[in-house]
């Protein structure tokens, strides 16, 4: 992580699955990075989020999904009064079938919740709002290294796309990957540790997802996903994505 803020000169960085209870994060660590704004929603073992800033927040909250007491999601607004959303959804498990499959049914609950979420959102105005986090679906047919191949594997099925595709059209969020990244070329953040080489393979997926609201439109100075990340040393099977926004 140090690498990252130092090389991308990150000032808000939103991070998923911290694994550790509130009382436990590394707060000194974090501060010697030059983040003194932290806004955590952990849980030990498990799930977490956390957004660390160098700016001030004007407020934060933490919305709980799916009554199940996961911390899956962080909200903090930033100077110029946008209002960012860090999410973490559930993975899914391993087979696409929500009778068969409770982590299945899991995932495609939170995504509904978070499409009722959105609805209400928009209908109380045009504010200035951003979404970042592992989704946990790649909903384009290039967001896949196969298609075809993956129309049965959790992440990539029609009731996971069609149901963020639902979230999305809810508050007519901007994909900023896809806005300018064209969908006929592949891409993705998410390569899987089973893969001895990754690089050669190339089978990933986009799991990982920022949006802006329409009210940002044009606010997007530039945009990275950080594909040389996955070679780091000790790294995550996803890679940062990095965006710059004009606030």
């Not at 930033?78 to 999410?87: A, M, S, V």
């Not at 079938?97 to 009722?116: G, I, R, S, V």
């Not at 329409?214 to 594909?227: D, F, Q, T, W, Y």
Request: hydrophobic share 40%.
């Amino acid at each position: 992580m140090a690498k990252l803020v130092r090389d991308q000169k990150i000032d808000v960085l939103c991070l998923q699955e911290t694994k550790v209870a509130d009382s436990s994060f590394p707060h000194k660590a974090i501060r010697k990075l030059g983040f003194e704004h932290v806004a955590i929603n952990g849980q030990k073992g498990y799930h977490g989020v956390a957004v660390l800033s160098r700016v001030p927040f004007a407020k934060t909250d933490a919305r709980e999904f799916c009554a199940k007491g996961d911390a899956r999601h962080m909200c903090v607004t930033l100077p110029g009064d946008i209002e960012l959303h860090n999410f973490y959804v559930p993975a899914g498990g391993d087979i696409p079938d929500p009778k068969a499959n409770p982590k299945f049914a899991h995932k495609l609950q939170f995504l509904d919740e978070m499409e009722a979420m959105f609805s209400k959102m928009r209908s109380k105005g045009s504010a200035r709002r951003v979404v970042v986090g592992d989704l946990n679906v790649a909903p384009f047919e290039h967001d896949v290294w196969s298609h075809k191949q993956l129309l049965n594997v959790v992440s990539h099925t029609p009731p996971e796309t069609e149901r963020m595709m639902a979230g999305y059209a809810a508050h007519d969020w901007i994909d900023v990957t896809r806005s300018l990244v064209p969908q006929d070329q592949k891409i993705y953040s998410w390569w899987s540790y089973r893969n001895q080489d990754w690089k050669k393979s190339d089978r990933g997926r986009r799991l990982d997802h920022v949006w802006i609201s329409p009210a940002m439109k044009g606010a997007v100075r530039s945009h990275e996903i950080l594909r040389g990340a996955r070679d780091w040393k000790r790294p995550s099977d996803h890679v940062p994505i990095v965006v710059e926004i004009e606030n």
